[in-house]
Every structure is written in structure tokens, then in C-alpha cells.
């Protein structure tokens, strides 16, 4: 990792340091300290912090998480933000996002690959020794070329030294062409585990599952360890996932959903001349019409594009009045 830096919490006597290679973001979590975020790849801004003191180097200078008038101020996106010498910084400490399990850089093997829809494969690396996670949490995979690492978030139940991804090839995408190009064997360096939008398996509450596109696999991760439970052996899973076409959606069966305690919602927003016998539109007004019962008593996990993931929150924290407090959701930008 070569050499490293001290970075220090402005206003307090706390530091903690940061490998030259690592970012700040990454650093804070791994020792314990729990710096606002939510994307983890320059996209939302929410791990904004103020430099103080010092320099860094920025993985992704346009991105688009931060504003040109906050750079101008001092500010800088903690997860995009390598130091280059030691450094003060000031930032919105979350109680949420010390992680139960510290992130760690590791480098993992390519298992196998599987076709899940005619543009999202799963993708099964296996590291040397346990990786633990939770349900619902992502990876950053740094792979060669890129300046910045990737955020793809894991599919299957956690336990074990497998780590499974659902990834949609994005046309012309540098990373999901380097990635498809992989082979069984290959090896690639994975930090993590990311998110505090993770699964609360204390909850005694039914679970509801939305996702939109490649927002299945953290959902999906939700959904299998609520099954996987045995505390929860009587609680229900609603799964609703909104596709584009016929030929963009999965089955509960594909899934491993197949279980009498799912209720599994398939929603198409273009269903025109496919033959499709349900539910069409946005997967929020599937949600609407179709979820049973007083909402309040579920806990909501949201995977998605940002338009997709507001629409449903705005329905649930101002329409139904879930409480916030029963509604996690990750954003894919």
C-alpha cells in the first residue's frame, strides 16, 4: 500500500491514518469511524468533508457529487479524495455508518459467471479466507486502467468466502467491458463491505423489497437472508421489480425466490406488443396499488436509478407515512 499519512478530525484530538493509495472515506471506516455516505463512487455527495489542512489527489475530479462552488470552499468528496500528505478535515459524523464489519481490501478470484437477463450476468469471486458482509451492503472492485474503483453491490445470502454480483453490461462502459472480458480464474482487487442500507435482521417486521434494473442484487441479498432466517420463519417477503421489457425480467425461480412466503411483483414500464399479462408502469404505482395491509409495520429496502428510488420514498414517507427510520435504499449512480 505504500506509504501513509495522518489524517485528523478538525476540532477534536482524534486521528487515524490513510495509506497514500487508499481514500480518506475508506480510511475513516476502517478505523471505526463513521463518516456520512451513501455511493461510495462520486455520485451523491452525501461524504462531503471540508480540508482543512493538507492536499489530496482526486480519483474523479468532475464528479458530479460535488459542485464547483463547494471545491472552491475547501470541500471534497472523501470517497474520491487520496492524501498526498497529511491532512485536517472536518465532516458529518453518523452514528449509522460505523461499520459492523470495517471494509478491507482484498484480492479475490473469478469463479464462475452465469447470464441472469440478456444484459445482467452474475458474477461468483471467491476470496482465500471468510469474507463477511451483510445483506444488502456493496464492494468497490478496482480494476486495471480505471482511475477510480467501481461500486457493485453483492446478490447472495452473506457467510462463507463468496461474494456474488449482478452486473449490467453497460454499452461503451469502460468497467463493465473490462469485467466481461474476465475469466474463470482471473483475479481482482475487491474493498469491502460498504452501505449502511444493509438488512436489519432484528426487525421483527415483514420485508419489502423494491428494486428497478441492476438495483436486483442488493435487494435481492435483503430478500434471501430475510428467507435464510430461521428467527423469521413466519415473516413475509414482498418483492417488486420494475424492468424496461419482457426480455429485461427475471422469475422468482431464476432468483431463488420461489419460497410460499414471497409474493413476487414483476412490473414492465414498455410492455407493448410482448404479450405481457401483468402489471405495467412504474414499479412505485405497482407498490401503491398492490402492497397489502398498514405499511408502517414493513421495513422497505430500495435498490435503483435515483428517479426510481425518490419516486418510492416520496410514496412511502409522505404519502403512506412510513416512518424513515423503516426505509433504506441505495441509489445507483
Not at 55 to 76: H, Q
Not at 177 to 185: E, K, N, S, T, V
Not at 193 to 212: E, K, L
Request: aromatic share 10%.
Amino acid at each position: 500500500m505504500g506509504e501513509g499519512y495522518t489524517i485528523a478530525v478538525a476540532g477534536t484530538s482524534r486521528t487515524f491514518p490513510c495509506a497514500a493509495d487508499d481514500t480518506l472515506l475508506g480510511a475513516a471506516l476502517r478505523a471505526g469511524i463513521g463518516i456520512a455516505y451513501e455511493c461510495a463512487s462520486g455520485g451523491c455527495g452525501s461524504c462531503r468533508v471540508d480540508l482543512c489542512d493538507g492536499a489530496v489527489d482526486l480519483a474523479y475530479p468532475a464528479s458530479p457529487g460535488l459542485k464547483p462552488r463547494d471545491f472552491e470552499r475547501g470541500r471534497r468528496l472523501a470517497c474520491m479524495s487520496r492524501p498526498t500528505r497529511d491532512c485536517a478535515i472536518r465532516f458529518r459524523e453518523e452514528a449509522a455508518a460505523i461499520p459492523v464489519t470495517p471494509p478491507r481490501r482484498r484480492v479475490a478470484r473469478l469463479e464462475a459467471r452465469r447470464p441472469v437477463t440478456r444484459d445482467i450476468d452474475e458474477f461468483d469471486f471467491a476470496f482465500g479466507q471468510e469474507a463477511p458482509f451483510l445483506a444488502g451492503q456493496f464492494a468497490l472492485l478496482q480494476l486495471p486502467g480505471l482511475p477510480s474503483a467501481r461500486a457493485y453491490s453483492m446478490a447472495n445470502v452473506p457467510g462463507g468466502r463468496h461474494w456474488q454480483f449482478m452486473i449490467r453490461r453497460v454499452p461503451g462502459g469502460d468497467a463493465t467491458r473490462i469485467l466481461f472480458d474476465l475469466r474463470p480464474g482471473d483475479l481482482v482487487e475487491i474493498d469491502g463491505p460498504y452501505s449502511t442500507a444493509h438488512f436489519r435482521a432484528d426487525s421483527p417486521r415483514d420485508t419489502v423489497c423494491v428494486a428497478g434494473g441492476s438495483g436486483l442484487a442488493p435487494v435481492l441479498s435483503v430478500a434471501r437472508a430475510a428467507l435464510a432466517d430461521t428467527g423469521r420463519a413466519r415473516c413475509r417477503v414482498h418483492f417488486f421489480y420494475g424492468a424496461r421489457t419482457l426480455a429485461d425480467m427475471v422469475t422468482p425461480e431464476a432468483l431463488g425466490l420461489a419460497d410460499e412466503r414471497v409474493t413476487f411483483h414483476p412490473v414492465l414500464s414498455e410492455p407493448d406488443g410482448q404479450g405481457w399479462p401483468g402489471e405495467t408502469g412504474y414499479v412505485h404505482e405497482a407498490l401503491d396499488r398492490l402492497l397489502p395491509g398498514e405499511w408502517a409495520d414493513h421495513d422497505f429496502y430500495l435498490a435503483g436509478p435515483p428517479p426510481m428510488v425518490e419516486a418510492v420514498r416520496r410514496l412511502l414517507l409522505l404519502d403512506r407515512g412510513v416512518p424513515a427510520d423503516r426505509v433504506y435504499y441505495d441509489r445507483f449512480f
